[in-house]
């Protein structure tokens, strides 16, 4: 087996939204430090992300999203300089510092990075170890902690640039990516399969989408574990084989976590490794085992790096 990629870049921990905020560069370390000392770094092959090109972001987003998150942070330089604040805010939940542009950038482009050297052969799978996170950015916004959507991107770049018919998304962030969805809602070459605990936020304005793409699966909160697995091998199983994927993108969130305060879901390390070893079947089966997972959300420090060694022993059979 050919090794698995783990893409990171220094310019992921610069970003930051103030004291106290849960989606921290802390949250880097954590996971860092747990593969440090479980050994588990040692079998990953780590590679540094360099920047999306903003023409690839556009493949996702609209000209003028990337253009207002530009002039906001061109804005927050020249007002520090002046004296003014260190953050300038997007919503209540989210906001920029003066390395957030830099640290979306690479974001974005360890997916796209890592895309490639899956495609190439270089490398079995990938996970992007990068914040921001980015199932919440939608086509033209940023919102819930989340600038350029990585995944949507990277999909919609293993389509266009590789020449791919069919990529699937899984997303077990419990959180609901609606940023996702909204970029790739009723592009048939792309299937979407998530649970998410609702009723909770993003709360979406209006209608639900009904894209046929799209396999959305809304649970209660104190859902556990062995519950969403039933719904998962039900609803998301079927519907991958019959779609046959050349490629698959993970928005791999692991706020699902039951000591993730977050969320209230119930699910533990070994759902995360049941969810991994899911994704790897279908993979295997139908896309020469290409997988790409991003770091969503987890926001509960020692849980979020027990999960993300539990999802890489699994891509890597460590
Ligand atoms: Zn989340």
Redesign the pocket.
Known sequence: MKPTGYFTHKACWRHEMGRGHPECPERLDAIEDRLLITGVGDALERREATPAALADLELGHDRMHLAALRGLSDNLRDDRQAGGPDHAAIDPDTCINEHTWDAALMAAGAAIDATDAVMAGELENAFCAVRPPGHHATRSKAMGFCFFNNVAVAAKYALARHGLKRVAIVDF???HGNGTEDIVAGDERILMCSFYQHPFYPYPEGEWSHAPNLVNLPVPAYTRGMDIRELVEMMWMPRLDAFKPQMLFVSA?F?AHREDD??QLGLVEQDYAWLTQRIKDVARRHAKGRIVSCL??GYHLSALARSVEAHLRVLAEV
Do not use: K, M
């Open positions: 962030d419990v959180h969130g706020d977050l969320g969503e959300g």
